[in-house]
């Protein structure tokens, strides 16, 4: 081996190159001349590399910083033409390690203007790692080709690729290649490098070109490139067009998504139930009834027959524009049909008919479900007990959760919520407070909406400090309430007198950063003018317009029914007939300064 590296051969490189500075380092390297060695002796500076590179570190251990003297040696005689030499005939049968150390070391220590890869020794040794089965290794070279290369480089580099990857499929390598693209962020090479393979005749699989698409940032340059991908000789395949028709239904651009379904028939290719049913999807979400007709006519057209997902959503449409009467008869074609329901279909007419106070047909659904064999789900169960609780049916609503129980499910926050606000609007508070605690000793979380069920609930019947109790629990479970909670609590603490609670709250809000509106300070103008205390009202009226909150027509109508019951005018009977007849600050104050039965006092804008 020794004397093989001492031996410094002066033979002309195998390609009659220029100078390095005269070529870019991605030009192409030059065919071997006419003089080369024959094959079956190995040409002398081959053979010293090969011997180079079995001394030199495999990954994972470093490599050299700088070249070691063997390796100088054979610089400048050893080029990127020879080393394509050393990987087709391999003399010394290195394994693949040792070659890509070669590689690596050649690229990162060799001299300035001593050696310098091509794009060629790139894609070979790429397609080498892959032959071996070292991926990793490989895409890491491609992807530092491409990031060198850089932008609209894809063209250049194909008639590099095909010579260098197995001459009878060079698909993977392309495949590689245009992933590596991408990775680089250079999508628009990627795609060229498909399209240009595809024209030249290489057949590359679906899934890369699908996957490729996927990577596209928008649905329409997607649809583009795989117009280009057919157009560049690709066949169509059903899938591609199914998913870029649910991509714009998704996106609601039901216009798109039918050209999408009219290139593919365009193209010889049969639509499925899929297709059919991702544009009736889109249709009923659009409330676009007579395109479903239209659409659900063609399938038959087509010979498509009709699954449970299509009619699940033609009768989830229905229900959506309240036809409940057609959703029923599309139910009873799909079982006409031999087309078995599922637990979505069966949940949609339960909901549909509970909402709409139908909850004797939405209960008979349910038993033709259970008959059926279809178990209900979680939200069938919600549905039923949210369509009882509306009709105050309570007790049937208790008992559906007990069938719920007895399927093994466990009621969630939707269900106890519904229950708690069926309790409250029921009056019944008392057993809304107990399907809270009971929410807690189930570890089932309260949200906002279940606070707010209770707050109301508990205002409204008149239980100011309950509904305070039950705010301060809310805040203190990490949850805001919003201004109409708050507000609630506001109205029920004024109507029993507690203007002082009201203003406590109201302080709570502005602390918060949140902005009472015109109906917070309505239901305390209102307390305040029921206790007599219009001179605070007046204050707080002042107040409104300080932090320029526009008071209201009931604004000014609470105020006008406090100057009649309360207020020092001459004449209530006249304060009265103005009800509704004052607009502004300016109009009220004139009114009541002309009615007050003193000397009337300087107005706000006076001051």
Not at 359 to 366: A, K, S, T
Request: charged letters at 20%; a positive charge.
């Amino acid at each position: 081996m020794r004397r093989a590296l001492r031996y410094r051969p002066r033979l002309p490189p195998p390609a009659q190159t220029p100078p390095s500075s005269s070529l870019p380092w991605y030009a192409a390297p030059p065919q071997p001349p006419s003089h080369s060695p024959p094959t079956a002796e190995a040409d002398p500076l081959i053979v010293a590399a090969s011997e180079v590179a079995l001394t030199l570190p495999v990954h994972p251990a470093p490599l050299p910083a700088t070249a070691p003297a063997p390796l100088l040696r054979l610089l400048p005689d050893f080029t990127s033409a020879h080393f394509l030499t050393l990987l087709r005939s391999n003399p010394l049968s290195l394994p693949p390690l040792p070659l890509l150390s070669l590689f690596r070391l050649l690229l990162t220590a060799s001299p300035p203007g001593l050696f310098r890869h091509t794009p060629s020794s790139f894609l070979s040794m790429s397609h080498h790692l892959f032959l071996h089965r070292l991926p990793d290794h490989a895409r890491q070279l491609l992807r530092l080709l491409a990031s060198r290369l850089g932008r609209s480089s894809s063209p250049r580099l194909l008639p590099l690729l095909l010579p260098a990857a197995s001459p009878s499929d060079p698909a993977p390598l392309v495949a590689e290649l245009a992933a590596a693209y991408a990775y680089e962020g250079l999508l628009s090479d990627a795609c060229s490098l498909v399209v240009l393979a595809l024209r030249q005749g290489t057949r590359l699989p679906a899934p890369m070109c699908s996957g490729l698409m996927s990577r596209l940032p928008t649905t329409p340059e997607a649809y583009a490139f795989y117009l280009q991908l057919l157009d560049a000789g690709m066949p169509p395949e059903v899938r591609q067009f199914n998913v870029l028709m649910r991509d714009f239904v998704r996106l609601g651009e039901l216009a798109s998504a039918r050209k999408v379904f009219d290139e593919m028939r365009k193209r010889g290719v049969h639509p499925t139930v899929v297709s059919f049913n991702t544009l009736i999807s889109g249709m009923c979400r659009a409330r676009d009834l007579d395109g479903v007709n239209g659409m659900y006519r063609g399938m038959a057209e087509a010979g498509v027959t009709p699954d449970v997902y299509t009619y699940g959503t033609l009768i989830k449409g229905l229900c959506g524009t309240e036809r409940l009467e057609d959703a029923t008869k599309m139910f009873d074609e799909m079982r006409d049909r031999g087309v078995n329901p599922n637990a979505v279909v069966f949940t949609t007419l339960i909901d549909a008919h509970c909402k709409e106070g139908n909850v004797q047909v939405g209960m008979d659904f349910y038993r033709d479900m259970r008959a059926r064999g279809v178990m209900p789900d979680l939200v069938a169960y919600n549905a039923l007990v949210n369509g009882l609780c509306r009709v105050r049916n309570l007790k049937a609503a208790e008992c559906i959760i007990e069938e719920m129980r007895k399927a093994g499910l466990k009621p969630d926050k939707v269900t106890y919520t519904t229950l708690i606000d069926g309790c409250c609007k029921d009056g019944k508070l008392d057993m809304a407070m107990d399907i809270k605690q009971k929410m807690a000793d189930e570890e089932v979380a309260l949200d906002e909406v279940t606070y707010t069920a209770l707050i109301s609930g508990l205002s409204k019947a008149g239980k100011p400090v309950d509904a305070e109790r039950v705010l301060v629990e809310m805040t203190e479970a990490g949850l805001e309430p919003d201004n109409t909670t708050y507000t609630m609590v506001i109205d029920a603490s004024c109507r029993k007198g507690d203007v002082k609670t009201g203003f406590k709250l109201l302080k709570e809000m502005q602390n918060k950063g949140r902005k009472p509106g015109v109906v917070t300070y309505n239901v305390i103008m209102s307390g305040l003018c029921k206790l007599g205390q219009m001179k605070n009202a007046d204050m707080l009226l002042h107040a409104m317009l300080n932090i320029g909150v526009s008071p209201d027509d009931i604004t000014y109508n609470i105020l006008l029914d406090g100057q009649c019951k309360h207020g020092k005018v001459t004449d209530p009977e006249e304060l009265k007939s103005a009800k509704g007849m004052v607009s502004d600050f300016g109009v009220y104050t004139s009114l009541i300064n002309e009615l007050v039965k003193k000397k009337p006092a300087k107005s706000y804008h006076d001051r």
